[in-house]
């Protein structure tokens, strides 16, 4: 069982990790969502909270926009797998990281899809 | 701010859609601005970014032609969802707001973002373009408050200092290669730095690596950068430091271990200014200027065919050569003086200077290591030193040891010819000596003064300038306690 965390922003996945104030968690297993994905509203935006909530949610997978190193690292020591720099909607992120198809840098975007976002 | 321009691109579609006349070049305006700059359309997605805005954010035109900007610079300037794009394109009033930005190398640079509305013909309102100009050069020659900007810690009086400080001007006037020699510690990479800020490439990237420090391949992917798929691990495009320090200066340090089929490439690019990166098909064009540099005698690098004698000749236009400490007349009793200022300042001591023992053994030292090692001196005795002066006590004990009679090297050897004639017997070892580590000094130190004081640890604590606290730390740090 793999869980899932994206900071998003609407249907997007946020431009930066220390921004978010919208947490997607998802559980996922051998290919398949084994949960509803649950929205958390954050009180304020805190790259700090946001690694605590990692550790103390044991979240196994992260998927982001920037994120700086030092917390890129610390997650990655926390056992986390990180996948940065992603550009896209959460909803295409959550569909190719359960297949096992999202990497790092990805950009899942068309220029036709921006109006829905921002 | 507001500022109108009438545009036209290379596509097509997008003239089109903006319906400009084909009268100027986006491309070629954007490469003018000498900051990372973007055009955006009417729904604030890129049009284009110049080649400093790829460097920035670390990605190219290509991938994100049609994406949000803030998706691609990510700020945290107040632009969520687009609202200062919103507020220009609005008011058609420009604006200039400072935060920081995080790239894909998981960077955080702080910025200066400046949006400014792009009219067309009719006066309505066709797009953005966006300055993002890198204030982290700024920001930390701001904070460092100590480092004098002007000379960026180059101390010297000495002839041959003044000459090189008077050579600095005319090397930074000119956009010829540089060539930089001396020995370790002399100061290469601070020279190089000084010929970048005095130079018209000031505001543009000063990117150093060093050529030994990375096996062949890697060092390849780092200066010329890769593309995706160019090997097993090359998940996305990479731009090179070249394509970084373009319209800047790269300063190639160690350029004596350079790999030799990396040589043929390095000077392919130095006479064509342009080159291939890893696995890429379509060539980069690059404007850098080079500084190169190496404790290794080249010439003779050359006659043993270990370095290309084309390239040698390429990068040694003009050429500078740092003395060493030893040769620097006068120069010892200014840099200790500078040194431990600073490190006074540094750790909030109260040290005013040097007992007349102390500069006994200070100023014949030859200083193999030159500056550093002066400087490694200084910082040692600043740390060990609780009194008022500096005394031999706080000097690191390999300099003691060379005093002595047995094996003291020739007093003051101020010229070239007498060390070649007579090295110091155990130079070797003074190398070995200086290897030492900061942590193996501190705990012989507080061995010794265990020693002296019979284990009582009140009196070692005093006698060391620290808490009891402090000393059962340390002792507990160096496996010392019982």
């Not at chain 1, 720099?85 to 220029?111: T, Y």
């Not at chain 2, 990372?36 to 790829?54: H, T």
């Not at chain 2, 003044?162 to 010829?176: C, E, G, H, N, Y």
């Not at chain 2, 110091?424 to 900061?438: C, F, G, L, V």
Request: aromatic share 6%; glycine share 8%.
């Amino acid at each position: 069982m793999q869980k899932l965390l994206i900071p998003i922003q609407g249907d997007f996945i946020a431009p930066r990790f220390d921004l978010a104030t919208e947490i997607l968690i998802v559980r996922f297993k051998n290919g398949a969502t084994t949960s509803e994905p649950k929205i958390i509203i954050l009180e304020r935006p805190s790259d700090e909270a946001l690694c605590q909530m990692a550790v103390e949610e044991n979240i196994t997978d992260v998927v982001c926009g920037g994120i700086e190193d030092v917390h890129y690292r610390f997650l990655v020591w926390k056992k986390v797998t990180v996948l940065d720099a992603v550009i896209g909607g959460w909803q295409k992120a959550v569909e190719k990281i359960v297949s096992g198809s999202l990497r790092q840098g990805d950009i899942l975007i068309k220029s036709k899809d921006q109006r829905l976002a921002l | 701010m507001a500022c109108s321009v009438l545009l036209t691109s290379d596509n097509e579609a997008t003239d089109k859609a903006m319906n400009v006349p084909l009268n100027l070049d986006i491309p070629v305006l954007l490469e003018g601005i000498p900051h990372p700059a973007m055009i955006l359309d009417d729904s604030f997605r890129i049009i284009v970014m110049n080649r400093l805005m790829e460097a920035m954010t670390g990605y190219s035109t290509d991938l994100v032609a049609g994406i949000h900007g803030e998706l691609v610079v990510r700020s945290n300037t107040g632009n969520n969802k687009g609202q200062l794009y919103n507020k220009v394109m609005q008011t058609g009033e420009g604006l200039s707001v400072t935060g920081d930005i995080i790239n894909s190398y998981r960077r955080k640079i702080a910025v200066q973002y400046s949006i400014a509305i792009l009219d067309q013909h009719g006066g309505s309102h066709c797009g953005l373009l966006v300055v993002v100009e890198d204030l982290s050069a700024r920001e930390v020659a701001h904070k460092s408050g100590m480092r004098n900007s002007a000379s960026l810690e180059l101390v010297g009086y000495s002839p041959k200092m003044q000459k090189v400080f008077d050579m600095i001007p005319l090397l930074a006037q000119t956009d010829a290669s540089v060539m930089i020699t001396g020995e370790t510690g002399t100061g290469k990479d601070k020279i190089a730095e000084i010929i970048h800020q005095k130079s018209s490439r000031a505001r543009f990237p000063f990117v150093k690596i060093n050529c030994g420090a990375l096996p062949a391949g890697l060092l390849e992917s780092e200066l010329f950068g890769h593309v995706k798929g160019a090997f097993t691990g090359a998940s996305r495009n990479k731009p090179g430091l070249f394509s970084l320090a373009d319209k800047g200066t790269l300063f190639l340090t160690e350029i004596g271990d350079m790999p030799l089929p990396l040589q043929v490439k390095l000077l392919s690019v130095l006479d064509d200014r342009e080159f291939i990166p890893v696995g890429g098909e379509h060539k980069v064009s690059v404007d850098v200027r080079m500084i190169a540099a190496t404790h290794r005698p080249l010439r003779e690098q050359v006659r043993n065919s270990t370095f290309r004698e084309d390239l040698f000749y390429r990068l040694n236009v003009l050429h500078i050569h740092l003395p060493p400490l030893r040769e620097r007349d006068g120069d010892i009793r200014y840099l200790l003086d500078y040194f431990l200022q600073k490190f006074t300042k540094a750790l909030s001591k109260t040290i005013v200077g040097f007992a007349p023992n102390a500069m006994e053994v200070l100023l014949p030292y030859g200083y193999p290591g030159n500056i550093r090692e002066l400087s490694n001196i200084i910082e040692y005795a600043v740390n060990i030193c609780n009194r008022r002066k500096i005394n031999t006590d706080h000097l690191p004990p390999y300099l003691l040891e060379q005093q002595s009679p047995a094996d003291a090297p020739a007093p003051e050897p101020k010229s070239i010819d007498v060390r070649v004639d007579n090295p110091p017997p155990d130079s070797d070892t003074t190398r070995q000596d200086n290897q030492e580590s900061w942590t193996d000094i501190e705990r012989r130190h507080i061995v010794e003064t265990l020693k002296e004081h019979g284990g009582n640890r009140t009196k070692v604590a005093e006698g060391l300038g620290w808490g009891r606290m402090k000393l059962w730390r340390k002792m507990k740090k160096y496996g010392l306690q019982d």
